[in-house]
């Protein structure tokens, strides 16, 4: 369970609801001129934002349970569509089945505390296990599609995001205002920050069709967003870090003046957050491109799929837990 003083975390869920019912307010301000089919997708996603707000909370509340339970049901979701956009043959079934029960043992070791074994189960035994499972069924065609895409889906939906969860457990990040909730938050108020900010000022700068980065695997990113989210995500980062992580009373490997420590963590992290959700994002862009589909699914009004919300954590998790133990070592 999360040891954090309860008051502190309170007050933090406190502020970010609050946060919340601003943006609200200025979302409805923003929308009274906005043409039927524009308001009805805008406010689905708002009410969709306060549905994963409360279950979020829910979640911290209710400690290191909470939160690996919130993570396992994103995960087996993605894994649920990752399968279903991949085109899985018949004879992908048993290896599919098989792959929700790794994902939750998966989070269930992250729940017993065992850092260690959780760092090597699912890589290796999701590599033997669904390998297994399609060559006993004797079809060559189509096998390596399969396999490639089942172990690639498995290990940036199964493992990358339950990196998030394994904040809670890790010695680097059970310390703090509020304890490991604290760390936690820090790496998805930062993510999801920058993913609505890089699509937020690409659009406002109206840049679209101009400074496009990738312009064949997602024609909305743009080089004012994302150097405009990594902007937004790096102040963020100054601001809230030492409310709820440790980030910044540590010399860190690097040979600094006294001067730069509170604030150089904190934008080391969020300038690799920031990067690497931009790579999170586009790696599954590619995958919904290559299957035709513009949505992973439409689980979540407004947005989209599971996918949709967690493709950016996919990387971000892994990163930002590399970096803390590198940074705190």
């Known amino acids: 369970m999360i040891t954090a003083p309860e008051p502190a975390l309170y007050w933090t869920l406190f502020t970010i609801f609050a946060s919340l019912i601003i943006g ?47 993570l396992a049901v994103a995960s087996c979701s993605g894994w649920f569509e990752i399968t ?33 074994f959780y760092v090597v189960f699912l890589p290796v035994s999701s590599l033997i296990v669904l390998a297994v499972l399609l060559l006993i069924k004797g079809e060559p ?13 498995i290990m940036f939906l199964g493992y990358g995001v339950s990196h998030a969860a394994l904040l809670l457990i890790l010695p680097e990040s059970s310390t703090g205002p509020i304890g490991p909730a604290g760390w936690f938050l820090f790496l998805i108020i ?42 937004v995500t ?27 420590r509170p604030w150089i963590a904190p934008v080391f992290a969020a300038i690799l957050i920031a990067l690497a959700g931009f790579f999170g994002d586009i790696n599954m862009s590619a ?30 998790a892994p990163v930002f837990v590399y970096f803390l133990i590198w940074w705190m070592a």
Request: glycine fraction near 12%.
């Open 24 to 70: 609200s307010i200025i979302r409805f301000i923003r929308l009274r001129g906005a043409d039927e089919a524009k308001r009805h997708q805008r406010f689905a996603s708002l009410r969709t934002w306060w549905m994963l707000a409360v279950g979020v909370s829910a979640a911290l509340l209710a400690g290191r349970p909470g939160i690996c339970l919130l």
């Open 84 to 116: 279903r956009m991949l085109g899985a043959r018949p004879e992908d079934r048993p290896a599919i089945q098989a792959g929700y029960g790794l994902i939750v043992i998966n989070y269930l070791i992250i729940l017993s505390g065992s850092v260690s």
């Open 141 to 153: 065609r189509g096998y390596i599609r399969s396999a490639g895409g089942l172990l690639w889906g």
């Open 190 to 231: 930062l993510t999801e920050t920058n993913d609505i900010f890089q699509a937020q000022v690409g659009r406002l700068s109206g840049s679209h069709k101009r400074h496009r980065i990738t312009p064949v695997i997602s024609p909305n990113k743009t080089w004012e967003g994302f150097l405009g989210g990594m902007l």
């Open 234 to 260: 790096t102040v963020l980062a100054l601001l809230i870090a030492p409310s709820l992580t440790t980030l910044g009373q540590q010399a860190g490997p690097l040979s600094l003046p006294d001067s730069l």
């Open 287 to 316: 995958i919904k491109r290559d299957s035709g589909v513009k949505d992973s699914s439409n689980l979540l009004p407004g947005m989209g799929g599971v996918i949709d919300r967690i493709d950016s954590l996919t990387i971000t």
